[in-house]
């Protein structure tokens, strides 16, 4: 049994340490000093310990379930919120991921940011995403969520322009930011939307309403969209994919841990913990898997032609983000299928995605640190600088590979089990988004050895990046990693290699779904009676042979096959255009350059014609209208000024005379100091003045033709 | 008729006339706000010992004395206090005329605290009169060409403005003989209405009456003026117009139009879906508008309109939901006490960053994290609150507003509202990714003076509080917004 008050410190450890480094280390110590980093490893030691214990008393139980006493944050009127924690399977799980990729992050972080002016703001901020991180997973509320939720993007923002003095790092931080809150847009109109129809943000109690059918219909589909919406920003689905590649600008620990394992999992992880919402929508779950599916191959199509290592993971994570949403859309499906829906089922369904979310985290982090690795010792990421990295990076090599084989599905590493659930649940659904997995997991396996290969086989194409001279050899400065670095990977595939087996007999899908599963695997061997993996595993081994006859052998030319595929290979390298129609089409041309110049003229300067010929449909419109009589009123009030008025505008246009009645009211207020007006040399008074009237006869025209 | 309630007015009176005395007698002119700083918190502290006694009416029921007047002249006064503090590095440079700015800021403040306390279309008028004089001149206190501009334009322009809210309070005096707003209620809820067609004079008032305070508070159409007077007056002035102008705007609405025009269903359905209207309009023209802008005090402008905007989505829920419930009240209280904080702590770091560069312009704030780090971190959190994310206050003043519309049924206007939050993050943030992610223009450091830090620390510390533990606010808005069904 753990207390709650342990519970709480596991979110709280990581904030202590925010707060030590960035106000205490920060700004008295050096940043040589490797202060910072201790302080930090120390905190998500320790929540990574209360969260082992909080997994194995969650295990205990026998609802899989901790109570823990919640407080109430805000009391006014009807709106109660109420702070809590909820820490069932899922939460324990992943408490788990999140502290253990954190903890070989912030160690790999040692070695990698070491000498880093930035250092300690570096340990500040991964602190803090941390904590964020942790508040997302174990919030009871869906507001609590979206708190912790734009927390770890802000973080992310920090993170990935961390570098700032590279404009493309700042540029990318931004579009992160943006970008992702399109989608958190959806997901606060479906928080509102939920609040006003249930009154609770309690996503225990929103579950019970989903399940029971209190809650159905458009209003329960609407807010699912809405919260997929949220999800789809931050796990970079189709078509809001386009700013994680470019966050790769970011150090690379900071894209293994948040852009790899954590945070753009949490996309997967609300839809996971919202499950019993989704359930009840068929609309909610088939959108759920359709973009799953699209985005899984989508991404693998662009991973396929990447020359920079880091983005083929970046894409690679996309990739492998759309089979989870595609493993949670399909059990959706599947349990609609069946007909009973019970919140038990529904959590086992849920179990498929996050299985897969379980082990990606460890493999794709090691492939992230793998890639930071290769970083630090040849300074770049461009893998036609590679090559023969083998012999130097013994280490970084055969920890690289296992990520890998775990990535491409091979048995029995940890990705072919998690992987194999979601064909075998999209097998039994949808055999469309089957054939695209399918291929999908093809172009994985090819992709991510033709990084193997590129990288680690052959001769080393690049210059020394240590020596300027001539009098060195080539790879003299090429150097495995300190053990600082190598420690966390070694961890990491340990994990890549052992994470699967959890549910080689369907017990982690027990574990969430309260003793319901619906894995089909049967044990080690067992698995091999279902004809599926048989299948899968073919499809892989034929991607990484083909990665091994091109790259590694060389049996067949790079350029003679992309020569043959150069549409498709400029389709893909380009990305399909997706940042070109995002940003210069609909961002500058349309909107920037157009709209906004536009409305910034009419809405600052004097615009002649337009305001003239507006001017006198209005006093046509007004003339008929039965206002009549108030103008002149008004009119009357100033009459005696209006002889002036003609002198002190600058440049009076003809036109702009001839529209009396509302014109000379507002010009009347000109005269009042026409002197002082002249030296501003501006007519853009009357204009205001102008604006104010139509408003005004705008208004009464509402209303009048609208009452 | 009992005095005493009117002592923080006459206390802020007297110091006015108290500080402009010593500044012919005193050298050291820092005394003097010292001085009107002492007057406001004293008048504060009496406004404090009103707080939680029974509604009360003075002079004959022009004057109301309860929660929601005394909320607001709490509010008032904290603003003008930040506003004195941030204003003291700033005014030494007018060494003639700096008894006067105090003092001016001194007689405004008693304008706004009148216009949230009039019961009675006279002094409503009366004491706008008084705010828009003494803000016009300290506009124009800069006396170069564009603040004389800028002054010149908000005297002509509210001249005008409030002459049109005259003929409104005209007409609905001549349509119902009363002027008391509790009395005009009776009147119209006498009246045997059955459409909006039947009394047009009626409807022409309530219109004007819009119109002149849409100006106040900066809505579109009534909004022109914001720009070029937000980037003429001294920056002082400019934050204390931004919040405190717009707070009394919206304090003179909600009295009038939760009283007044607040009981026949045929007026209130159609004024609630005006201000919808006009809400998805400001907010929507003054987002857009804000992206090209490069200097960040018209920037801020914008921003203001649309921040307007979004607090008349709480306008519409006033004008949609019953009377009795107060939700749509309370959150734009909320939202205002959450705007202020927010909007002078932005401009009190833009003030003290400018101050050194002499530049508003957005590109010479690149930077700045490493030439002023606390300052460049506090305008960082000012600017994540107006975007609307939390930990911020900004997060649950839209939180609130936009909860009041989803629950009055305007879910089309909040959508459109949290697409602008969504575009209004793109201008937020240019100004935080120039001044963490850009090379600094000078490796000098950016100082600040002790008041000015004092403030900005105070802004800091009530963002931070109101967005995390916005319980406390939210009971005193809940308590002023009650107030306004108790109308004498």
Request: some cysteine; aromatic content about 12%.
């Amino acid at each position: 049994m753990i207390a709650s008050e342990l519970i709480w410190l596991i979110f709280l450890l990581p904030v202590f340490s925010f707060i030590i480094v960035s106000l205490f280390i920060r700004p008295s110590v050096k940043p040589t000093s490797k202060i910072a980093g201790y302080i930090t490893i120390t905190a998500i030691s320790a929540s990574l310990v209360l969260s082992l214990w909080t997994l194995l008393t969650v295990m205990a139980e026998p609802k899989h379930e901790l109570a823990v006493p919640d407080f109430s944050w805000l009391t006014v009127g009807d709106l109660t919120i109420r702070i809590g924690l909820m820490i069932d399977s899922l939460t324990a799980v992943m408490l788990v991921v999140v502290t253990v990729v954190s903890l070989m992050v912030q160690i790999y972080s040692q070695g990698y940011m070491h000498g880093d002016p930035g250092y300690h703001r570096y340990y500040a901020w991964m602190s803090l995403f941390t904590a964020s991180m942790l508040g997302v997973i174990m919030a009871n509320s869906l507001l609590l969520i979206f708190f912790f939720w734009e927390l770890v993007g802000l973080c992310s923002y920090l993170l990935i322009g961390f570098w700032f003095h590279r404009p493309a790092a700042a540029n990318a931080a931004k579009k992160a930011f943006v970008v992702t809150r399109l989608g958190d847009f959806g997901f606060l109109a479906a928080i509102l939307l939920l609040y006003t129809n249930t009154g609770t943000f309690n996503i225990p109690e929103l579950h019970e309403m989903a399940i029971t059918g209190v809650l159905a219909g458009t209003t329960l589909t609407w807010a699912a969209i809405g919260i997929f919406a949220g999800a789809i920003g931050k796990s970079a689905q189709f078509p809001l994919h386009v700013w994680l590649p470019d966050a790769m600008e970011g150090p690379t620990p900071v894209s293994a841990l948040i852009h790899a394992a954590t945070m753009v999992a949490a996309g997967v992880f609300l839809v996971a913990r919202t499950f019993p919402l989704f359930v009840n929508s068929a609309t909610a779950v088939t959108i759920v898997a359709v973009i799953g599916a699209f985005t899984a191959i989508f991404a693998a199509t662009m991973g396929l032609v990447m020359n920079d290592m880091k983005r083929v993971v970046a894409y690679s994570t996309i990739s492998q983000l759309g089979y989870m949403m595609l493993g949670l859309g399909a059990a959706g499906l599947a349990l609609r299928q069946e007909g009973h829906v019970t919140l038990e089922l529904a959590k086992a369904a849920a179990a498929i995605g996050i299985f897969h979310l379980f082990n990606h985290a460890f493999f794709k982090a090691l492939l992230f640190l793998g890639a930071g690795s290769v970083n630090h010792a040849t300074n770049t990421f461009d893998m036609r600088q590679m090559g023969g990295l083998r012999k130097v990076m013994p280490w970084t090599y055969a920890t690289f590979v296992i990520g890998a084989l775990s990535l491409a599905g091979i048995w029995p590493l940890s990705g072919f089990w998690s992987k194999d659930e979601i064909l075998a649940v999209t097998w039994d659904t949808q055999r469309v988004l089957f054939t695209l997995v399918m291929i999908t997991v093809l172009m994985t396996a090819f992709y991510i050895f033709r990084v193997v290969f590129l990288t680690f086989s052959g001769q080393y194409r690049g210059s020394d990046p240590g020596s300027h001279g001539q009098e060195h050899d080539h790879t003299t400065h090429l150097h495995e990693s300190s053990p600082v670095m190598v420690a966390p990977m070694v961890i990491l595939a340990i994990l890549a290699i052992i994470s699967g087996f959890w549910n080689i007999t369907g017990s982690f899908d027990a574990f969430m779904g309260h003793g319901e599963t619906r894995s089909f695997a049967s044990g080690l061997f067992g698995i091999f009676t279902h004809p599926l993996p048989w299948i899968a595993l073919l499809v892989a081994g034929l991607g990484i042979f083909l990665a091994y006859a091109i790259y590694g052998a060389k049996w067949l030319s790079a350029e003679r096959i992309g020569h043959i595929f150069r549409p498709l290979y400029i389709i893909f390298s380009r990305k399909y255009w997706f940042d070109e129609l995002y940003e210069n089409v609909i961002v500058k041309l349309i909107l920037l350059k157009w709209v906004f110049a536009a409305l910034e003229k009419i809405d600052t300067k004097v615009v002649d014609g337009a305001v003239n010929g507006l001017a006198n449909t209005v006093r046509t419109i007004y003339r008929i209208a039965l206002l009549n009589g108030i103008f002149d009123i008004l009119q009357r009030v100033d009459g005696t000024k209006i002889e002036k008025a003609n002198g002190v505008i600058k440049e009076p246009n003809k036109n702009w005379w001839q529209v009396d009645g509302i014109v000379n009211v507002m010009a009347n207020g000109v005269t009042a100091s026409g002197e002082a007006l002249k030296k501003t040399q501006t007519g853009q008074l009357q204009l205001y003045g102008l604006v104010i009237g139509l408003g005004v006869v705008a208004i009464i025209l509402v209303l009048y033709f609208a009452g | 008729m009992n005095l005493q309630l009117f002592i923080p007015e006459l206390t802020l009176a007297i110091f006015a006339i108290a500080v402009i005395l010593l500044d012919l007698f005193v050298q050291r002119k820092g005394v003097l706000a010292g001085v009107s700083v002492a007057g406001l918190v004293i008048s504060a502290g009496f406004t404090l010992t009103m707080w939680g006694s029974e509604p009360q009416t003075i002079f004959n029921n022009m004057l109301a004395v309860d929660s929601f007047a005394l909320f607001f002249k709490l509010l008032f006064t904290g603003i003008a206090i930040l506003v004195i503090l941030a204003s003291v590095d700033y005014a030494s440079k007018l060494t003639n005329l700096q008894g006067e700015y105090y003092a001016l800021v001194l007689l405004s403040v008693l304008g706004m605290m009148l216009m949230a306390a009039a019961t009675e279309l006279i002094s409503i008028y009366v004491a706008l009169g008084l705010t828009s004089l003494s803000l016009c001149a300290l506009v124009g206190f800069l006396k170069d060409s564009k603040s004389s501009e800028a002054a010149l334009k908000y005297f002509l322009l509210s001249a005008m403005v409030s002459a049109v809210l005259l003929f409104g309070m005209a007409l609905v005096f001549g349509v119902t003989g009363e002027t008391q707003l509790s009395k005009i209620a009776q009147v119209i809820q006498a009246m045997p209405l059955t459409n909006i067609t039947d009394n047009p004079a009626l409807v022409l008032g309530v219109v004007l009456l819009i119109v002149g305070f849409g100006f106040k508070i900066a809505a579109v159409p009534f909004h022109m003026w914001v720009p070029d007077v937000y980037e003429g007056a001294p920056t002082p002035i400019t934050a204390y117009l931004s919040v405190g102008s717009k707070a009394a705007g919206f304090a003179v609405i909600l009295r009038i139009f939760s009283s007044a025009f607040g009981l026949p269903e045929w007026l209130s359905l159609n004024w609630g879906m005006l201000f919808a209207v006009l809400a998805a309009i400001s907010m929507t023209l003054g987002n857009v508008v804000a992206l090209p802008q490069t200097n960040i005090k018209r920037m801020l402008g914008y921003s203001s309109i649309a921040q307007a905007g979004y607090l008349m989505v709480g306008l519409a829920t006033v004008g949609i939901l019953p009377t009795a419930d107060v939700l749509g009240q309370s959150a734009i209280l909320f939202f205002l006490a959450s705007y202020t904080v927010t909007n002078l702590g932005a401009f009190i770091a833009i003030i003290a960053i400018s101050n050194k560069t002499n530049s508003d312009l957005i590109q010479d704030f690149s930077g700045m994290i490493r030439r002023a780090p606390g300052l460049a971190l506090a305008l960082t959190l000012c600017l994540v609150s107006l975007i609307g994310m939390p930990p911020a206050a900004g997060f649950m003043a839209k939180f609130y507003i936009f909860s009041a519309g989803v629950h009055s049924g305007l879910l089309w206007l909040v959508i459109i509202a949290v697409l602008n939050s969504v575009i209004s993050a793109y201008y937020y943030l240019r100004v935080v990714k120039v001044m963490w992610f850009g090379e600094p223009t000078s490796t000098e450091k950016v100082f600040s003076s002790g008041a000015l830090r004092f403030s900005l620390f105070i802004t800091s510390i009530g963002v931070l509080l109101l967005g995390i533990l916005p319980g406390l606010v939210m009971k005193l808005t809940e308590a002023a917004s009650k107030m306004l069904a108790f109308l004498p």
